[in-house]
């Protein structure tokens, strides 16, 4: 182990040399944000339906090429990250994989949406596998950098909460706005007679790859060339070393037997399954549970917007008020505890029927506060871990906010397969027929569903919670190590 105070980490320009983080370079930096939401977007809440109700995959297939090109994707995070770290270019270590992800992101998203017709279930899911892998790998060489450089923009503590709420902000709302588009004009425009749902119309996902896939390229090259200014500001790479197994593994287990880190990556793998379980089920329960129209659903993603805001405002309130872990932990209870609570009263026959309309506005209010609390969460969630990277500087002598970010994601994606394995595992529990339309589907069928994904939602949810308790750098801590640092 090395302190920081002692030598080791690579030169950076003195404090009073770095300029102040303009509002535009935050903007991009918040906007490069959209192009990881949309795809995310695509992941969580249209892959699993599109190819399974709409192409007609296997469900169980969907969810296998899921999960498995999330762990392949989760394997190059640390390898990205680590790269990162240590890359010397005169564009510094970040930005030249930024700049190099944004076609083969865009080209391969797009691809993913236009399946071969008529094709049999193993030719397409080696497609959905191929391409799956493909943009989530590509994807990895834009987010991972493109997060690291936070702790570079501003060591603050308050600032950091602030700077990462609107990337947030942006990157949820960005997302969401697609979304909202395809239930708001998309779907209904894509209404044939034989096929009177624009939900289950092919040609409407093929539209939405080929916009989304610009929306994707727009924001990595926004996100890249509006912080490209900074380059000179950030943390350059250590010195050129003669890399090996064993130093890269070494470094590698020094910088994340941190122990705050060991809590939140803890905490990450448990958000990352309940949130695949959760955003994996979303669209059958807007669909087939409650029985919501397109409009209705796009509704429910125009709240979303409500949502970010929530998020935007409350988690720098929450971080000055009540300090980052213990402000996340009270958010993270409430929002959690609150987001089955609508399926769990209609389970217990305590809400009028679905066609009433008080339903419909009950889970829209529900959804835009409780969405709004699990941002506010996040938001708290990653400024905690970029106070990590200081904490670790002190005892390694090195910076590693890419590991950190990617150790994070790493957990996050290889583990949120799992969520979309156990959403289809409930889907198969209830015994949801492939391809169903909404009035094929029997009430003993939707009652299973909800009955099995709540407690096992609500189990995930609260276990990390738990973990995050463990963690243990605090807003004087963070002073301390920036003072030990001499920043």
């Not at 949120?416 to 009430?443: H, I, Y």
Request: charged share 15%; hydrophobic share 55%.
């Amino acid at each position: 182990m090395h302190d920081a105070d002692h030598g080791a980490t690579a030169a950076k320009p003195p404090a009073g040399a770095v300029p102040p983080l303009g509002r535009w370079t935050k903007l991009a930096f918040g906007l490069g944000a959209v192009a990881p939401g949309v795809a995310t977007g695509a992941f969580e809440f249209f892959l699993l339906i599109f190819y399974s109700q709409v192409v007609g995959l296997d469900a169980r297939l969907v969810g296998l090429a899921i999960l498995i090109a999330l762990v392949c994707d989760a394997i190059s995070d640390p390898i990205v990250g680590y790269w990162s770290d240590n890359f010397h270019s005169r564009w510094g270590r970040r930005h030249p994989m930024m700049y190099a992800s944004a076609i083969p992101v865009a080209l391969s998203f797009f691809l993913l949406w236009s399946p071969p017709q008529g094709a049999s279930q193993t030719v397409l899911f080696w497609y959905l596998l191929v391409l799956a892998v493909t943009v989530r790998t590509a994807i990895t060489f834009y987010r991972t950098p493109s997060a690291a450089l936070t702790p570079d923009l501003t060591p603050d503590y308050g600032a950091r909460t602030s700077l990462i709420g609107l990337r947030y902000f942006l990157g949820w709302t960005g997302g969401n706005a697609v979304s909202v588009w395809m239930f708001f004009i998309l779907f209904p425009r894509s209404k044939t007679p034989a096929i009177p749902d624009g939900r289950f119309n092919p040609e409407a996902y093929l539209t939405y790859g080929m916009v989304a896939a610009v929306v994707i390229l727009l924001s990595i090259l926004v996100g890249s060339i509006g912080t490209h200014s900074r380059i000179p500001y950030l943390t350059p790479a250590p010195p050129r070393r003669r890399f090996t197994l064993k130093l890269i593994f070494g470094e590698l287990f020094e910088t994340l037997s941190n122990r705050s880190f060991l809590a939140l990556f803890a905490g990450a793998m448990l958000f990352g399954i309940a949130a695949g379980l959760s955003s994996g089920m979303s669209l059958y329960f807007f669909t087939y549970f409650w029985g919501f129209s397109e409009i209705e659903t796009g509704m429910l993603f125009l709240g979303t917007f409500a949502a970010a805001l929530i998020g935007l405002v409350l988690a720098p309130i929450v971080s000055r008020r009540l300090g980052k872990k213990r402000g996340a932990i009270i958010v993270g209870l409430i929002a959690f505890l609150g987001a089955p609570l609508p399926i769990v009263l209609r389970l217990l026959d305590l809400l009028p029927p679905n066609e009433d309309p008080f339903v419909f506005w009950f889970v829209l209010g529900a959804q835009v506060i409780d969405v709004g609390l699990i941002i506010s969460f996040q938001i708290l969630f990653a400024a905690m871990l970029a106070d990590l990277v200081e904490d670790s500087e002190v005892k390694t002598g090195r910076r590693s906010e890419g590991v950190f970010n990617a150790a994070e994601t790493f957990v996050d994606k290889s583990v949120r397969g799992l969520g979309v394995m156990a959403a289809s595992a409930v889907l198969t529990f209830a015994a949801l027929p492939a391809g169903a339309k909404v009035e094929e589907v029997g009430a003993d069928t939707l009652w299973w569903m909800g009955a099995a994904y709540v407690p096992l939602v609500l189990a995930l949810w609260l276990g990390m919670i738990a973990v995050i308790a463990h963690y243990q750098i605090d807003e004087a801590s963070h002073a301390e190590n920036l003072r030990r640092l001499g920043r």
